[in-house]
Each structure stands twice: as C-alpha cells, then as structure tokens.
C-alpha cells in the first residue's frame, strides 16, 4: 500500500489483496453491488449476477473507508454512473481487466516488487492467491487445536465442533487481523 498514492489506487489493491477479487470483477464493480446494511453479527459484502462460478457475494472485511474515499472523489464528477473504475473513454461504462493489470503492474514496478514472485510477475492473480492463502491459514491455527484433542484433520473441528456461525466468526476475524497487518493499518 506504501506505493498507492491515490484513491483508485487504494482501492485497486484492496480489491485485489483485500476482497479476493478476479481483474474482470474489480474493473466492473459498482456501488450498487456493495450492501452495508446487514445483521450485527454479519458483515457487508458485494454482490455478484454474474461470476465465474455463477452469482455469488464476497465479504468485506476491511477497506470500506478506502471504497468511500474512491466514492467521494469520483461523486465530484455530475456524469459519473456508479462504477469504481469507470473507463474515461465512454465506450464502455467501467475499465476492462487488462487496464486493471496494467495499473496493478504499473504500481507493483513503482513498488519495488521483484520481478518474480514464487515464479511469477505480481498480477492481479497473484493478489487472490495472497487471499486465498490468508483466509485458509485461519485452518493452520485450528491444526494444532486438533492436534491436542487427537484429531488430525482441522476440518472436523471447523465442521462438527463449531457452530457455522462461530466458524465464520474465526475466519473473519482471523482474516482482518492479517489484513490489517498485511495493509500496515491499525
């Protein structure tokens, strides 16, 4: 985030590291998918018509004062229609994926990124495994309390000892915690 000196550039990251979000996903976000108003022991999330897999909703567990920094700069502009990342060229509504890797590649150089990151260039793609692999390690943490009730498998305890909710509960708080830390914020 020490390379991100606007707005859009924020939330370029957030939504890639932070929400777990494809390129095509982020460039087409739009404010209309983000619902706030939710239970107390529920969290906002972003709803998705169409995804890879179908619809679907993908939690938001930190960045919503960076989405509505991006909202009141862009909410300056009369003609702006609700996307995040809208395209300044009026052919289409909102950025296409490959603006969102450019920018994403743009920013990874100015940050100092090696090339190569586990063999790969820094892409939007490498920002969901980031994610991927940050909400799973909520599992290694649920491994050792197994490991002392003489199970073996995480997913049992995560399954049968805990309640859904209480799950979704560890994992969330869990995945703040290093998103917070991984984002440098308090």
């Not at 995804?51 to 700069?73: C, M, T």
């Not at 150089?109 to 793609?125: H, N």
């Not at 197994?146 to 509960?169: K, T």
């Amino acid at each position: 985030m020490q390379a991100t000196t606007t707005p859009r550039e924020q939330l370029l990251v957030v939504a890639l590291a932070g929400w777990g979000l494809r390129a095509s996903e982020a460039a087409a976000l739009h404010v209309s998918q983000f619902n706030r108003d939710v239970a107390d022991d529920d969290v906002p999330y972003i709803a998705f018509e169409n995804r890879k897999n179908g619809p679907g909703e993908v939690s938001v567990l930190f960045g919503l004062d960076i989405l509505d920094a991006r909202i009141d700069e862009l909410a300056k502009d009369e003609t702006w229609t609700g996307y995040v990342f809208p395209s300044p060229q009026g052919e289409t509504p909102h950025v296409t994926r490959d603006t969102i890797r450019n920018w994403f590649q743009t920013l990874a150089a100015e940050a100092g990124l090696p090339e190569r990151i586990d063999g790969e260039r820094p892409s939007p793609q490498l920002c969901r495994r980031f994610w991927y692999d940050t909400y799973t390690a909520v599992l290694e943490g649920v491994e050792e309390i197994a490991a002392e009730q003489g199970s073996s498998d995480p997913q049992v305890v995560m399954q049968n000892y805990l309640s859904d909710s209480r799950s979704r509960r560890v994992r969330r708080e869990f995945m703040r915690e290093q998103l917070a830390e991984a984002f440098q914020t308090e």
